[in-house]
């Protein structure tokens, strides 16, 4: 049975007309890539708006995450105005060159936004995109990606309708985003964010991210986030495909469950600095996506042994030296290693020491705790 979602801000985001006419111009915006904490994993089915629409990219159960800073995309948007037709024109570049494998991904994107943004149609395009991280490192870039691109839109949008306030731009370009990479909605702004509704949490939404509401402790207003680069081929298994494949998961209701008090605990956490409870729920969580990966039908696994090794090696590390440091997945091999900025010189050794020899090539990035997206001109 179908679901109807009640909630105005759908409408809301369809403007009824613009103020303005801008003939040419172009933007720029880098926006970061981030680390959920507890993990989005699964979309809702048969959700329709007020207006009969089926909404897409609902998440099955909320998620919270970190906000990265160096890890980030840079997109250039040009746009002149041309003969209104029913296609969308855009050129793609990917570090200056055309990329015509991106641009099916792109055109999706535009056929879900269209409703939200009409003058997409009466504009040429040139979208010129980069990442400050290396290609193909195993790092997911549709996050930062397609909300680097929805912040663009976004400008655009708000030159055409300078009354736009600030709480609105962000909302929307957080809720296009989410329909380009459901994730990339926590990419927008925040160092802490929080997407899905959530009864603990104010103002959230299954439509956008939010900031975390609450007050932040002071130790993770520096926090680290150092990524270990296990494997940097691509993954075996899409995302959209993993997400599918919950719907008839025989754990997916009580994981929907987790999900849903582990973000109550750790607001908490991350409100008084607990830094224990924070490790427990942090590495659980990457455990729990992980172990829905190998019990969904069919199954697969994306960790691989120097995964486990790193793991193992961080637990007889901490165990040993009494400092806090954790480990987080994504949907891939690769080791997100979460620590406090006042251990970093001891926890970086450690990296050199011991884990740098499971990495790919000997890669890893040092990253840290980021606010969001950035207006570059």
Same mark, same amino acid.
């Given at each position: 049975?179908?679901k109807i979602i009640t909630m105005l801000e759908i409408a809301d985001f369809i403007p009824s007309k613009y103020s303005k006419l801008i003939a040419q111009g172009s933007f720029q915006w880098s926006a970061p890539s981030n680390i959920a904490l507890v993990k989005y994993w699964g979309k809702k089915e048969n959700e329709v708006s007020q207006n009969g629409k089926l909404a897409e990219q609902i998440p099955a159960n909320q998620s919270i995450s970190l906000t990265l800073n160096h890890c980030k995309t840079i997109t250039k948007l040009t746009f002149s105005l041309k003969e209104e037709t029913d296609a969308f024109s855009f050129d793609l570049?990917?570090?200056?060159?055309?990329?015509?494998?991106?641009?099916?991904?792109?055109?999706?994107?535009?056929? =879900?936004?269209?409703?939200? &943004?009409?003058?997409?149609?009466?504009?040429?395009?040139?979208?010129?995109?980069?990442?400050?991280?290396?290609?193909?490192?195993?790092?997911?870039?549709?996050?930062?990606?397609?909300?680097?691109?929805?912040?663009?839109?976004?400008?655009?949008?708000?030159?055409?309708?300078?009354?736009?306030?600030?709480?609105?731009?962000?909302?929307?370009?957080?809720?296009?985003?989410?329909?380009?990479?459901?994730?990339?909605?926590?990419?927008?702004?925040?160092?802490?964010?929080?997407?899905?509704?959530?009864?603990?949490?104010?103002?959230?939404?299954?439509?956008?991210?939010?900031?975390?509401?609450?007050?932040?402790?002071?130790?993770?207003?520096?926090?680290?986030?150092?990524?270990?680069? @296990?494997?940097?081929?691509?993954?075996?298994?899409?995302?959209? +495909?993993?997400?599918?494949?919950?719907?008839?998961?025989?754990?997916?209701?009580?994981?929907?469950?987790?999900?849903?008090?582990?973000?109550?605990?750790?607001?908490? +956490?991350?409100?008084?600095?607990?830094?224990?409870? $924070?490790?427990?729920?942090?590495?659980?969580?990457?455990?729990? &996506?992980?172990?829905?990966?190998?019990?969904?039908?069919?199954?697969?696994?994306?960790?691989?042994?120097?995964?486990?090794?790193?793991?193992?090696?961080?637990?007889?590390?901490?165990?040993?030296?009494?400092?806090?440091?954790?480990?987080?997945?994504?949907?891939?091999?690769?080791?997100?290693?979460?620590?406090?900025?006042?251990? =970093?010189?001891? @926890?970086?050794?450690?990296?050199?020491?011991?884990?740098?020899? $499971?990495?790919?090539?000997?890669?890893?990035?040092?990253?840290?705790?980021?606010?969001?997206?950035?207006?570059?001109?």
């Open positions: 049975m179908s570049l990917f570090e200056g060159k055309p990329k015509e494998d991106f641009k099916p991904k792109i055109q999706k994107f535009f056929e =879900r936004i269209e409703n939200y &943004l009409p003058f997409l149609k009466s504009y040429h395009f040139i979208i010129d995109t980069e990442n400050t991280f290396p290609h193909s490192s195993g790092i997911a870039s549709s996050a930062s990606g397609m909300a680097a691109l929805a912040m663009n839109l976004m400008s655009l949008e708000k030159a055409l309708c300078p009354e736009m306030t600030d709480e609105y731009f962000y909302k929307k370009a957080s809720f296009l985003a989410r329909l380009g990479s459901g994730s990339a909605c926590r990419s927008v702004r925040g160092s802490v964010v929080v997407w899905g509704e959530h009864a603990d949490t104010k103002g959230s939404s299954n439509l956008y991210g939010v900031a975390f509401p609450n007050k932040i402790n002071a130790i993770f207003g520096t926090f680290q986030d150092t990524i270990l680069l @296990v494997d940097k081929g691509e993954k075996q298994v899409s995302s959209t +495909v993993g997400h599918n494949l919950m719907h008839n998961h025989p754990f997916a209701e009580q994981r929907f469950l987790q999900a849903h008090h582990n973000l109550s605990a750790i607001s908490h +956490v991350i409100e008084n600095g607990d830094l224990e409870q $924070f490790i427990s729920i942090v590495e659980s969580e990457a455990l729990t &996506l992980h172990a829905m990966m190998m019990t969904s039908n069919p199954y697969f696994i994306l960790m691989k042994p120097n995964t486990l090794e790193i793991i193992n090696r961080i637990w007889k590390f901490r165990n040993e030296h009494k400092i806090p440091i954790c480990f987080t997945l994504d949907a891939g091999a690769n080791v997100h290693v979460l620590y406090p900025e006042n251990v =970093r010189v001891a @926890v970086l050794q450690f990296i050199k020491d011991e884990l740098v020899g $499971f990495c790919q090539n000997g890669q890893y990035i040092c990253d840290e705790i980021g606010d969001g997206s950035v207006k570059l001109m």
